[in-house]
């Protein structure tokens, strides 16, 4: 295709432009020359060549020039993707086919599908201006891309609905949907600037009271829907469900956050998502403030049955770092290989077991596994594994869970099978999936921090536990952000603080919302004499005693 005769082979449209990229991340490839860079727009990526260094910072300027003319100038066509409606509140998208189409322009997405289903009419089923987009994500499942599509859906920005939309081309859909909101955003801000009186100075209107302090407004100002903001989850346990629904929730009720402490305007709420209900309303004793009935009856200890000693501390080595990067190896007889990988949103998780039959002449049959949580730490549900492996062969296995109940020890798993060469084969072992692994790290800055914590100073709301350990300061706080998954406030040598809401999927009866927790935890060290300080403060005793008997047996000098 090299030709020395200069003639138009195609039109880089700079209108569409997303970003311009000094230099080309195509740079290890052999085939691609010095002096590179990258133009990606709505509909393609370009990598383009410079004779040198110095005119590539030429090109770079005068193209940033030229996009940020054509994006303000030059009208936009219209982008058309086909995609699957996988989840649609409204139950007006066939959820089966590529029938539906995501109209990006300009100005709105619009949503059109055949109007009745298998029909050649086509009606436009949902109409988005940019204010109504709320955020948006790209979602995988079984390698097959989604976009997940969160909008208000009402005229108070109270409510807000999820679709979520299936499409090879999701990456691309999700840029164009980012460019167009960005030019939106910069014609509004052009508009309004060119308003008259726009750099007027304004005069200051904050209350001042009797003191001559600033007044700051309070709660009861505030309309109840203004405080009370619905957000519908996604939800990992039915991901090909095709409903999502969103609850109304009654305002008579005073409003908490996770620390049991009144919410302000600018607090968000969250709302339960279309999983199945949880435990029904008369399993909780609403007298004592605790909607989890904890069980303190403790696991039964650990049997790893035909392991060796050195398999045992093998195994306990990939547990903790299981832990620490969310899957890895999990088990190995010198037959049976077990692999994990562990997905956590919100209060539920994807867990998936790949097992392989590492020899080259024994079969895996009869192949079983049982969880045992006898504290319910999670709600399950447990998809099917193939009993049987020839040699060298493979499979997997999904587990969905949910944290129903903030309690400790966590879950076990038993192995059971038959090996045609060495007869039956058992172990039990801890997955690696404990109350901490439900945390969302909470940001505080240190007064918040502490000002929280002081409120926290009710019966049982407090642990404390010293002991020994061989970690050092900067491993442990490493660990508390990794796997504690908190909120790190405080890092030095001789403290570390740290926030987390804990979430979990318990309905609290009263308020029909599922129950998040928050999480404040100090750890003081002693490095000259290897010694720990733990304190860990929540709103509920039963799971303050779960956190740190959790952050315990992961610090502790034992393991």
């Not at 000094?22 to 002096?35: L, W």
């Not at 499409?167 to 030019?183: H, N, Q, Y």
């Not at 968000?268 to 007298?287: D, E, H, I, Y």
Request: proline letters at 6%.
């Amino acid at each position: 295709m090299y030709t020395t005769e200069r003639v138009q082979r195609n039109v880089v449209d700079l209108a569409k432009t997303t970003f311009i990229r000094p230099g080309s991340n195509k740079d290890d490839g052999e085939d691609v020359p010095p002096f590179s860079f990258d133009i990606q727009t709505t509909e393609r990526e370009w990598t383009l060549c410079a004779e040198s260094q110095e005119n590539v910072y030429k090109w770079l300027q005068m193209l940033t020039r030229a996009v940020d003319e054509d994006v303000a100038i030059i009208p936009d066509e219209d982008i058309e993707f086909k995609v699957k409606a996988k989840v649609d509140p409204l139950g007006v998208l066939n959820p089966m086919d590529y029938s539906t189409s995501l109209m990006v322009s300009a100005n709105a997405v619009c949503v059109v599908a055949p109007d009745p289903p298998g029909s050649f009419n086509v009606k436009q089923q949902c109409f988005w201006v940019y204010t109504d987009f709320y955020k948006w994500s790209l979602l995988s499942q079984n390698g097959k891309l989604a976009l997940l599509v969160n909008v208000f859906s009402d005229s108070t920005f109270s409510k807000r609905m999820e679709f979520i939309f299936r499409t090879k081309e999701a990456v691309r859909l999700a840029t164009a949907i980012e460019f167009f909101i960005e030019k939106f955003m910069t014609a509004m801000h052009l508009q309004l600037e060119l308003q008259e009186g726009a750099f007027d100075q304004t005069e200051d209107t904050s209350k001042v009271d009797s003191n001559g302090k600033l007044a700051h407004a309070s709660a009861h100002e505030w309309e109840p829907d203004q405080v009370n903001q619905v957000a519908a989850e996604i939800d990992l346990l039915g991901f090909d469900d095709t409903s999502v629904t969103t609850s109304n929730y009654s305002n008579q009720d005073t409003a908490k956050d996770e620390f049991g402490l009144p919410i302000t305007p600018s607090s968000n709420k969250l709302a339960s998502s279309t999983l199945p209900p949880g435990p029904p309303p008369s399993t909780f004793n609403v007298f004592d403030d605790d909607p989890f009935g904890l069980n303190t009856t403790p696991s039964p200890p650990k049997n790893f049955g035909t392991l060796t000693s050195a398999q045992v501390e093998q195994h306990k080595i990939w547990y903790q770092a299981a832990l620490v990067s969310s899957g890895g190896p999990f088990y190995d007889d010198g037959t049976l290989q077990i692999a994990c990988k562990i997905e956590i949103r919100g209060s539920q998780g994807r867990l998936t077991l790949f097992y392989r039959n590492k020899s080259s002449s024994s079969q895996v049959t009869n192949l079983q596994i049982n969880i045992n949580d006898p504290n319910s730490l999670l709600r399950m549900q447990v998809g099917p594994l193939q009993s049987n492996l020839s040699s060298l062969t493979q499979t997997e296995q999904q587990i969905m869970v949910e944290c129903m109940t903030p309690v400790s020890p966590g879950p076990t798993i038993s192995i059971t099978y038959s090996d045609s060469t060495l007869g039956q084969r058992n172990a039990i072992l801890s997955l690696p999936l404990l109350v901490v692994s439900f945390n969302e790290p909470l940001p505080l800055n240190t007064p918040d921090f502490y000002s929280r914590w002081g409120m926290l100073v009710g019966p049982g709301q407090q642990a404390v536990e010293r002991f020994n350990t061989q970690k050092t300061a900067q491993n442990i706080a490493q660990l508390v952000s990794t796997v504690l998954k908190f909120q790190v406030i405080e890092n030095t040598p001789q403290l570390i603080t740290g926030a987390a809401s804990l979430r979990t999927g318990t309905i609290n009866p009263t308020t029909g919302e599922k129950v998040t927790l928050g999480c404040l935890i100090k750890i003081e060290i002693n490095s000259p004499s290897n010694a720990l300080q733990v304190t860990v403060r929540t709103v509920l005793p039963g799971a303050t005693d779960a956190v740190i008997g959790t952050i315990k047996s992961l610090l502790s000098e034992t393991n």
